[in-house]
């Protein structure tokens, strides 16, 4: 009987989880689904249950209508794409710069101060955008940085670094200390034992970074609606919001949702290129090699 017991409990457990996953994925999948679904109806389908998921013709006609609504507004998806790809791509690439370094610093070395410095970074995960808000827009204005690219690229950069780091501390943590004493030992400098051994294995922990500032970044709306003030500076989440506000109130929901479509193209295309490396890198770390 205790036999049976023993081998029931993880039996439960697995029933459990798997349960867990298939709900978390309905949670994650059904919106999705259902803004594609509506994106590719006709006005008069959007509400007939009996197609919940696939429409009963594909009609693309709430793309053009979605571009024409851009190009009339005066911000075409062109100059969106442009602006949401060089604030996010500028603020990914300096993030990962600053980070990769700390990270492999914090993992390699000694130093005074080293857990105090750590801990205090990982204090910025704890911190809402919306308490230095202000701050941030008095500093960007009298530095002149308002309504600039860098008004957002430095404050995506400050707010991705704890993460970053930690992730990429995490898995520099995973290299093996006697393939860096071996390079040492050949006469290999510190940077070129980081540049030509650590950052190319570090591909995993990399490509995870990089999903997750993108997301972060390509979505943020707060501090562009706040710091951008321009219309030809505005990025997608600005753009968007202004389709619940004036003329927007009469968009049928089809067009909204081609608008959405259009806009999370990139972090579909992101997420594709870099899966394979980030599902590695969600387990970098946990065997020490």
């Not at 959405?260 to 387990?283: A, E, Y």
């Amino acid at each position: 009987m205790k036999k049976k017991n023993f081998l029931l409990g993880p039996f439960i457990g697995k029933i459990f989880s798997r349960l867990y996953i298939i709900i978390s994925l309905l949670i994650i999948l059904v919106p999705l689904l259902w803004m594609f679904s509506i994106s590719f109806r006709k006005a008069g389908e959007i509400t007939e249950s009996r197609f919940l998921f696939i429409p009963k013709t594909i009609d693309l006609s709430n793309f053009s209508t979605a571009i024409q609504w851009a190009t009339w507004r005066g911000y075409p998806f062109t100059l969106l794409y442009k602006n949401s790809t060089i604030i996010t791509g500028s603020a990914i690439l300096l993030t990962l710069i600053i980070a990769t370094v700390a990270g492999y610093a914090f993992a390699k070395f000694k130093f005074k101060g080293q857990t105090a410095i750590f801990f205090g970074i990982m204090l910025g995960l704890m911190l809402p955008i919306q308490v230095i808000l202000i701050p941030i827009f008095v500093f960007s204005k009298y530095t002149h940085l308002l309504n600039t690219y860098f008004s957002l690229i430095l404050p995506y950069t400050a707010f991705g670094l704890p993460i970053s780091i930690f992730v990429m501390r995490q898995f520099f943590y995973s290299i093996s200390n006697e393939l860096i004493e071996a390079a040492r030992i050949d006469g290999a400098t510190e940077f070129g034992i980081f540049l030509r051994i650590a950052l190319p294995i570090s591909r995993p922990a990399l490509a995870t970074v990089i999903i997750v500032l993108f997301l972060q970044n390509w979505n943020e709306f707060i501090l562009a609606r706040v710091l951008l003030m321009k219309e030809k500076l505005y990025t997608f989440p600005v753009a968007l919001s202004t389709l619940v506000s004036g003329e927007g109130r009469s968009m049928p929901w089809g067009t909204y949702s081609a608008v959405v479509f259009i806009s999370i193209i990139p972090i579909i295309v992101v997420f594709i290129i870099f899966q394979n490396w980030f599902i590695k890198g969600l387990t970098a770390g946990s065997i020490k090699g």
